[in-house]
């Protein structure tokens, strides 16, 4: 039972692989940033998920609260998530002008044009 | 007591100066020629005068040292005149003078072309070879070493053509894998079990190691000098004739060679020590090694008909006397050895300098096209005669006295195999260069078929050149003082 | 009063002067200030330097909270000696770069250029100061970023792929060290690394510290170009701009290695890293591996960058090695060997410059007859070389020296001989190119080819130069070196 209560790393771990998964298995160099982006979202989960604090509230003062959640992981994923966007930016950018100069964006067309050359 | 002791230095750094300054000169007077040569026979008679200054200080049992710089924490890179280094250091300059002039004479009667470059390196070789001459400790040494093999690269490689190329790349191979891969791992060992590098007498590692790692690790420094040509790491000596003949003069039968034996002489004796060597008997092998190259380099050479060839492999066999001599581990036979480095190169340097002569005025490079030769070119092939004898050993040549302290060293310490080895190659050593001189004085000349012969002696300066190392053979004959006493002194200390 | 600032100003100087070099638009402003503020972080590094030298380590907190709440920057004789290589390396690329990107960068781009360069210097030096584990993340990124977009602006379209590539790659490994950042705070409550060190200590036995560990050593890998996960930096470096390739190889791998000794040293501890995970045991055959199977494969390149990059992966295998050898002579080799490395692939890369700038894409056919008509930059290429194979009185020698010692000293006798073959290696590839280039003639109908400008030149030199200087006088870098590898075994900051 214990193993189910900790059912928000098993998701963790479940998008993690399933990310990676995509990152490795895809040739599509946007499915790629797709993977890469669900791989990211089940690490602010763990980061969201390890500042909660049982019973805690928002971290805002107010009366009657003893208890606050952690803010400092919310803080922290915050700029991961910037990070994210920078890294999503950059890398459909890339793949546009990949396929400016490629004319597709499938990995196995681009190595091949490569090959002949 | 200061002011000796810098007046000591100054010579003693300017020995290092005078070489790179000269090649600083040569640059600057590329353009032309005439000041070109003029600059490096200068550089050639000063560095002369600044080495040999320092004679008669080490005669009298002083030793001048410097320290130039803290390489790194606890080795610097120092110098510090022994006896060993000022016999090597003072043949090696003797030679560069009357070296240049023959350069000068073969360079331009060839036509040879990058003239400024050849000149440049060959200072800087010399420059190398005085700082392996005078290093204080195994680290200098090497630095030295290795900017000696790299700038004689150049040199090797001068005619540029594809055989040049392919024999630079033995060349460079053997000699930087010889010294990277073995050299310096010994040198690191010596310096993690003995915590320094400085040439001690009586053995820097003496007491630190013993028993058969004592044999592994000579064996890494024999073979990691690969310079000393011991078989099988000889090959780059006979790809290194593809060189012009004064570099092979004066590089591949004195200074590089030469670097080459001193630098395991000086290992058998300041790293090892003799004495601890002799407790040790499985460092013997060193001694059949020694001798294995003596005899099969002589046989080789018996089969060469290209007469730079021959003389090349009849180097790797006279190296090995200098090897077996320092390994039969004998005082006396240490003094054999440091006497043959000096007797060795004055009569290879005229055995090369007629070489380069014949191919100059003839255009000959075989032996088999030297049959009445004498009769055109009898001052060069007269020299050739005395090198020959010096090298078989005969009297009144200076290679009979060294062969001479090498026996009575053998007889001394019972080394049979040493008596035998060194009687067999000197009937081999007959053999190979005989037929040559009795080809060229007394055969009639073979008149190839439509042209006549019509050449006469080389050109003057080559000429003077030969007379002149062929004399000094006789003179060392007969005024050995000079490095007898630095022998000892070598033994002694 | 300023001096007490200078470990922010180190990072916050680059990085506010990123944006302003957007702002001033044309090429040659955003040059010319850009080389000003490489300047400055170089005279920032040698004062951090200098207040090291006088007894005391500097930090800085930032907005006056203390560690461990605040972020905090710290410097001692590791990263100053870092921080010292990458802005000395920045101020001698960034002269060079005038020309180089003239010729290479479109004019609309060159202000962008010169931005993403100053954003990936700033979190270069970042994670080299920084005593933040979150915040040595957010600069890797920084710096990441930068390098990404710095590469995808090389020539030739694949260019492109690489940089994706490398994006791919670095991502994953960037997420890897988040996931550990992560661990590491989930079970101690705290990011300052000197907090972390203290926190670790008694929590040796714990399966999420073993886990954090293990996603930060690969994530570094990743960064570090550690062999096998190295693919992707023979393209980046092949088709980047040739300024671009030139500052990578020499400061990226080694502020990724920086990273490594700061987790396995000072965070993690001797005791953890090497006795408990046993991380040598991993490190000595993947560097070993590196080192030959790359020497290997530099031997077979056409492409002259490629070969060097090949080569790049092979000496982070020497660096990697010396970590693996645990010891202090050992990471003292190390140490060594990237600082040294920076300045013979610095110096290599620059040359290597140079010849595309008169030829293009430089393939070894091409190079053939260079000695002669471009005999400077040539001249460069080989010293850079000697140095690469490890010449006495060159930088190369010196750590080669080191890694050779500790090696004996550990009795690892086949790992010594090991380094000697692939030294031996190096004196292939690179007399490959010696002789191509000095005695091959120009091939028929090839244009003629002059020497380049000074201010190509000036800087390549300078680097050589730096190259025979460190390697006769080494009191500064085997000083530094040895004193910090002490500490970092000690386990106390020096």
Redesign the interface.
Known sequence: MAALGLYNYWIVIFLMMAG?YV?IAQGN?VK?IVG?NV??TS?FL??IS?GKVQGGTAPIVVAGATSYSNP??HV?IL??IV?GI??TA??LA??I??KE??GTVEEDE?HAQ?ESL | MIAPQIASQIPLALSLAIPLAGAVGIIAARRTPNLREAVTLITAGLLLLAVWSLLPAVLAGERPALTLVELLPGVAIALRVEPLGMLFAAVATLLWPINSLYSIGYMRGNREAHQTRFYVCFAIALGAAIGIAFAANLLTLFIFYEILTLSTYPLVTHKGSEAAVRAGRVYLGILIATSIGLLLPAIVWTWHLAGHLDFVPGGLIAGHLDGPLLAVLLGLYVFGIGKAALMPMHRWLPAAMVAPTPVSALLHAVAVVKAGVFTVVKVLVYVFGLESLQSVPSAQWLLYAAGFTIIAASLIALHQDNLKRRLAYSTVSQLSYVVLAAAILAPISAIGAALHIAAHAFGKITLFFAAGAIYTAAHKTEISQLDGIGRRMPWTMGAFAIGALSMIGLPPAAGFLSKWYMLLGALETEQLVAVAVIVASTLLNAAYFVPIVYAAFFRSERAAAGEAPSHGEAPRPMVIALTATAALTLLLFLFPEVPLTLARQLVES | MIAAHLPALQVVVPLLAAPICLLLGRGRWAWAFATAVSWLTLAIAVALLSQIGNGDLPGYAFGDWPAPWGIEYRVDRLSAFVLLIVSGIAAAILPYAWRSVAREIPPEQQAIFFTALLLCLAGLLGITITGDAFNLFVLLEISSLASYTLIAMGRDRRALTAAYQYLIMGTIGATFILIGVGLLYMLTGTLNMADLAIRIAPLQESRTLHTAFAFLVVGIGLKLALFPLHLWLPNAYAYAPSVVTAFLAATATKVALYALIRFLYTIFGVAFAFDAMLTHWILLPLSLAAILSASLVAIFQDDVKRMLAYSSVAQIGYMTLGLALVSVTGLTAALLHLFNHALMKGALFLALGAVAYRLGPVRLTGMAGLGRQMPWTLAAFVVGGLSLIGVPLTVGFVSKWYLILAAIEAGWWPVAALILIASLLAVLYIWRVVEVAYFRPRPAGAEAVTEVPLALLAPTWALVLANLYFGLDTRLTVGLAETAAAGLFAGVAR
């Open positions: 990676f990152v160099l790629k890469i791989l990211q690490v763990l980061y390890m400092l992981p922290l700029t991961a990070v920078a890294t950059l890398g890339l793949a002008r990949i100069a490629y681009i490569d």
